[in-house]
């Protein structure tokens, strides 16, 4: 059973869900399908080739394939975009209290994954945004000049290149 809350959240022409999941979660194989995954009919799942996009930003999750004992530890930073993940029977134990967010393919409103790059700075790093950047601050805190912005919240750079510098570590994506 799911005992965690998702919070649906505006980027960019998407939509996506923050989760918060506390520690000693066990997703199994059914909640696993009732979460943030694409069945086939076959009933299989796969993160990238269902257009799934998933981010962690803090905490620890381990993901094994019952099938296979093949087991992926998740953590911060990690994110689904060019990961193939095999199809099979899988269970996902929290091991820290986990913070990430998912988009699931119903939720893109069409927006390509090619449209879509997972972007972060560690705390105290800097990066330029160009002009026409959009980037979904999903969380932590940054600063652009003297405004500290926190996410999750969407940021458009549209008048001249932006300096960015990271409060906390922050993460997010970019779309084209």
Request: include cysteine.
């Amino acid at each position: 059973m799911m005992n965690y809350e998702q919070k649906p959240v505006r980027a960019f022409g998407t939509i996506a869900l923050l989760l918060d999941i506390p520690a000693g979660t066990i997703l199994d194989d059914v909640d696993v399908r009732k979460g943030c995954f694409v069945v086939q009919p076959d009933g299989t799942y796969n993160e990238t080739r269902d257009k799934f996009v998933w981010m962690v930003f803090s905490g620890h999750m381990r993901h094994t394939h019952l099938d296979t004992n093949e087991v992926t530890e998740r953590l911060a930073g990690y994110c689904s975009l060019g990961i193939y993940d095999k199809p099979g029977i899988t269970r996902v134990d929290v091991i820290e209290n986990t913070k990430m967010m998912c988009i699931p393919p119903q939720l893109r409103n069409g927006v390509s994954l090619n449209d879509i790059a997972p972007w972060q700075l560690s705390a105290g790093e800097s990066a330029a945004l160009p002009k026409g950047t959009k980037l979904f601050l999903a969380s932590g805190t940054a600063q652009i000049g003297n405004v500290q912005i926190t996410g999750p919240r969407q940021i458009s750079v549209t008048t001249g290149d932006k300096n960015i510098k990271a409060v906390n570590a922050v993460y997010g994506l970019t779309f084209a």
